[in-house]
């Protein structure tokens, strides 16, 4: 009798459970760009009357379960005027929304959304980039680029002088995600590291992660960067264009089949090549030597997308990209000899690039469950050939051709589902598979000679890998103060007979002192299954792509972090943060060794260590008015520990550095001008300099037995990375000039690169000077003007 009276009690607490349930409603949909019918990701989705809400997904895609009752709904995004609807919720509701772009006083609102969030979520160590800031940056030669922008951001780094690679919380450039549309991208830069290869108005959001990793990403120790492409225009016609310094691009997009079909093209080109040849012929020609000469180096990248709309619960959308650097010189000399005219070539060549594409589609399969289906291929290769050629008459009487190439090939596919069945859980899962070709290196020698033709190959052959993951994660809103995200990544990776596999815990934490202030905690577990092998400070293209092998592990990293955020006034966000970093089986290259040594594996050239990072970031940001911009403040320190480097004793990472700022400020005078100010500073990067010498004799005898003394000089080190450049700073600054015109809008902007001409450490070296030897420093930009012309229509 007691064991059926608690049945009967546990029996009646079902019933009113799954009644409560019954009573709940889902509103459902998407929300999108009114204008051009593009989806926004992010956007703030928010019941005012019980303070439930979420954030719409990758895809602009939303789900909110209610109870049966008035519901206030509130959907903002920044830069979009509020979208607000009361209604009473007694069924299920499919709902599009569309937010106008237009800016109006609600915007307010709208940045009081977005602080909310930043508060209320778990997600920390987060950035998101609008990208009407990123072109509004001043920056080198006015090329707006979007991981410049993000070097801005505390706990990121910038590396060299004019550099865009990304050095974050004390990891490599191997060690960021770099994901266009889902597809890794491995090499981002253009100009030898000087330019990143994301053309911004192509580009509809940058998103970046520094800790704290949500399940749902891995492949990466340090950090992030998701870039979503624009989806087109679904409406109307709309091209951008501009002509600057140093490159010239175009953005084309449209409806193929109005509110059903859109595209967009971009396309973006350096003229650096066809300035400097005149100048170069002009300066071959007053040395009257009769040599033809050509030299040059230029680069270009192209995104294209189309997205076709089959019906409200499925989309498909193919976008690519494809970019190149080419740097060149040839030289043609003619001579008689015999009475026959003879030609003498050379030439060489060098160059890299990526290809990326992806084929995703969306669907819906209930009000609460919707999944992404996603096909992807990329590459990546550089290449560099020599070629020297004779010519007798008309006839070829010798060529020699040498060429190097190397890259990394993927193609695979991903699903990932979004789940969310009651507004306190929402879940996340899917899977992910990547197949690998490697190629570490092949050289090619082909000579022809008098008729006769010899070829040869020699190098690593290529290694082929497979690699996966799959991943659930939950984010549990408990009580409405306790807030919890954690899941489970598991990857695996199988290369040359040996499989790897990982279990990756991640999990955080949100306190929700009040509706203003949040404190919260992350821990993350990350694995790598590929490393970056390097010899250059700029991103040069010879770094080499290579996988874990049965000698060469995986790299690791573990990562906690704890912070508070604070919106102030609706106005200004703060966050405060602290994170302790360890990094297992780094791989560095062994004193001597490159890549151009041919005769040895990879693997023989590097040694493998570890690492740590820990330090503090503070963001202080302004998100409304006529004057907006932020303050970040980095204190850092990073460590590597190699056993048979720096005699086994830990040493500071080359980019170790101790203090980082940077402050910027966006500031409107009216609706036709506009200003932009970045001022940067940063303690100098960690080098390794000889501080003593030492003259030692020895005796030679030669062939005759005649003994000669020589004096031989030993330079002493203290220690690697032990000394400091002087301090890096900055200042840029822009001007921004817009016009209506009857056809569109049209822009005149100036900017300064390094306003006052702080003539900033590239690299340091011993020289003499006066009969004495002292250390010399090489500064690559002083001030630099910028001016370009920019029109929309």
């Known amino acids: 009798m007691h064991r059926y009276k608690i049945f009967l009690l546990l029996l009646v607490i079902l019933l009113l459970g799954i009644s409560s349930i019954a009573q709940k409603y889902t509103i459902s949909g998407y929300v999108q760009d009114m204008r051009s019918g593009e989806r926004i990701i992010s ?166 992660i520094k800790g704290g990793f949500p399940a749902r990403y891995g492949g990466r120790l340090s950090s992030v960067i998701d870039i979503r492409m624009k989806e087109g225009n679904m409406k109307e016609f709309h091209g951008e264009g501009s002509v600057g310094n140093v490159s010239a691009k ?149 060529d020699f051709l040498f060429s190097y190439d190397s890259g990394i090939e993927n193609s695979g596919g991903m699903i990932d589902f979004d789940y969310q069945p009651v507004p306190a859980h929402s879940i996340k899962f899917g899977a992910n598979y990547l197949y690998h070709t490697f190629r570490p290196g092949v ?36 009580n409405g103060i306790f807030k919890l995200n954690f899941g489970l990544h598991y990857s695996g990776f199988a290369v040359q007979q040996r499989y790897y596999d990982s279990f990756q815990p991640r999990a955080s934490l949100r306190v929700l002192v009040s509706e203003k202030i949040s404190i919260k905690a992350a821990y993350s577990h990350m694995n790598q299954y590929i490393h970056l092998l390097t010899n250059s400070t700029i991103g040069l293209p010879t770094d080499l792509w290579l996988p874990s092998t049965d000698s060469v592990l995986p790299e690791s990293s573990k990562q906690a972090a704890i912070g508070f955020a604070y919106n102030i006034d609706n106005n200004w966000d703060l966050t405060i943060e602290g994170f302790y970093k360890t990094m297992e089986n780094l791989i560095e290259y062994k004193e001597g060794a490159s890549f151009l040594q041919l005769s040895n594996a990879w693997e023989s050239k590097i040694e493998m260590g570890r690492g740590y990072s820990y330090g503090g970031e503070i963001l202080l940001r302004r998100n409304f008015g006529k004057l907006t911009g932020w303050v970040g403040y980095t204190l850092s320190w990073s460590w590597r520990d190699f056993d048979n480097i720096n005699f086994g004793e830990p040493f500071p990472y080359k980019y170790d550095r101790r203090h980082d700022i940077s402050i910027v400020a966006f500031y409107e005078l ?86 006052y001409s702080r003539q900033n450490p590239f690299y340091l070296y011993f020289g003499y000077q006066n009969n004495g030897r002292v250390l010399k420093q090489v500064s690559l930009f002083p001030i630099i003007p910028s001016v370009r012309y920019a029109f929309k229509f």
């Open 43 to 208: 956007a703030n989705v928010y019941d005012l009357r019980t303070k439930q809400g979420t954030t719409t997904n990758d895809y602009g895609f939303f789900s909110l379960s209610l109870d049966s009752d008035t519901v206030e709904l509130s959907v903002s995004f920044v830069g979009y005027s509020l979208f607000s609807s009361k209604f009473f919720l007694n069924r299920n509701l499919s709902l599009n929304i569309e937010l106008d772009p237009s800016i109006q006083l609600a915007e307010v609102v709208i940045t009081d959304k977005k602080s909310q969030n930043m508060v209320q979520s778990t997600q920390m160590s987060m950035v998101e980039m609008p990208i009407q800031q990123i072109k509004a940056l001043p920056v080198l030669l006015g090329e707006a680029d979007v991981l410049k922008s993000l070097q801005l951001m505390p706990g990121v780094q910038s590396g060299s002088e004019g550099s865009s690679v990304l050095y974050v919380r004390g990891g490599g450039p191997d060690q960021n995600l770099i994901l266009l549309d889902g597809v890794p991208v491995y090499n981002a830069s253009h100009l030898f590291g000087f330019f990143s290869v994301f053309n911004a108005d192509a580009i509809s959001s940058v998103k970046l």
């Open 250 to 398: 175009f953005t084309f997009e449209g409806p193929i089949v109005k509110d059903k079909t859109s595209f967009i093209i971009s396309a973006r080109r350096t003229y650096i090549d066809v300035l400097a040849a005149p100048i170069i012929q002009a300066i071959n020609n007053s040395f009257g030597t009769g040599e033809k000469m050509r030299a040059g180096y230029f680069f270009y990248d192209a995104n294209a997308k189309i997205n076709h709309k089959f019906s409200e619960k499925d989309r498909l959308y193919l976008s690519f990209y494809s970019g190149r650097d080419k740097a060149y010189t040839s030289t043609a000399q003619k001579y008689v000899y015999n009475d026959t005219t003879n030609t003498e070539k050379m030439g060489f060549d060098l160059y890299w690039g990526n290809l990326t594409s992806s084929l995703r589609w969306n669907h819906v399969f209930t009000n609460k469950l919707f999944a992404n289906v996603t096909a992807v291929y990329s590459k990546y290769n550089f290449v560099t050939e020599n070629n020297y050629t004779t010519i007798r008459g008309e006839n070829i009487q010798s």
């Open 443 to 478: 050289t090619s020698i082909n000579v022809t000679d008098e008729g006769q033709d010899i070829a040869q190959k020699f190098g690593q052959n290529n290694i082929y890998a497979n690699e996966f993951y799959a991943y659930a994660e939950d984010s549990w809103n408990i």
């Open 670 to 755: 009216n609706k036709n001008i506009d200003f932009g100010f970045t001022w940067v500073y940063g303690t100098g990067n960690a080098v390794t300099l000889g501080v003593a010498r030492y003259a030692s004799a020895f005796q030679y005898d030669d062939y005759d037995n005649y003994s000669q003394n020589y004096w031989n000089e030993i330079e002493f080190y203290n220690g690697r990375n032990s000394y400091r450049m002087p301090a890096y700073h900055r200042l840029d600054v822009s001007a921004n000039f817009h016009k209506e015109k009857k056809w569109g809008t049209r822009t005149w902007s100036v900017g300064l690169y390094n306003a």
